[in-house]
């Protein structure tokens, strides 16, 4: 389940990885509605207390899953800019073929 080390940011990501590490899918369906209601529960004002948790989780989360950032997301195209916004193509992107149209 939800791991009690990230009470506030990277609880989902780090579950979705704990269930590919255990050789499970994430699977997405158009059938199913999630809502998600952001700082519903913990409010938005960034109070010390509240960065100092945010910086542990995020330090804790780079640690955890260091080999994802470093080999990098297995399902994300490589065609793809990791450094651009909006799914951009990368210029040197070495699966881009021209071809007529």
Same mark, same amino acid.
């Given at each position: 389940?939800?791991?009690?080390?990230?009470?506030?940011?990277?609880?989902?990501?780090?579950?979705?990885?704990?269930?590919?590490?255990?050789? &499970?899918?994430?699977?997405?369906?158009?059938?199913?509605? @999630?809502?998600?209601?952001?700082? #519903?529960?913990?409010?938005?004002?960034?109070?010390?207390?509240?960065?100092?948790? @945010?910086?542990?989780?995020?330090?804790?989360?780079?640690?955890?899953?260091?080999?994802?950032?470093?080999?990098?997301?297995? &399902? &994300?195209?490589?065609? #793809?800019?990791? #450094?651009?916004?909006? &799914?951009?193509?990368?210029?040197?992107?070495?699966?881009?073929?021209?071809?007529?149209?």
């Amino acid at each position: 389940g939800m791991d009690e080390a990230f009470p506030l940011d990277c609880n989902d990501a780090d579950f979705c990885l704990k269930i590919r590490a255990r050789g &499970y899918l994430n699977v997405w369906t158009p059938l199913a509605e @999630l809502y998600h209601f952001e700082s #519903l529960t913990r409010g938005t004002a960034p109070t010390a207390e509240r960065l100092a948790i @945010l910086q542990a989780a995020g330090q804790l989360f780079q640690e955890r899953w260091a080999g994802i950032f470093r080999d990098g997301d297995p &399902y &994300y195209n490589p065609n #793809l800019s990791l #450094l651009a916004g909006g &799914y951009q193509l990368r210029p040197d992107a070495p699966h881009i073929h021209s071809r007529a149209a």
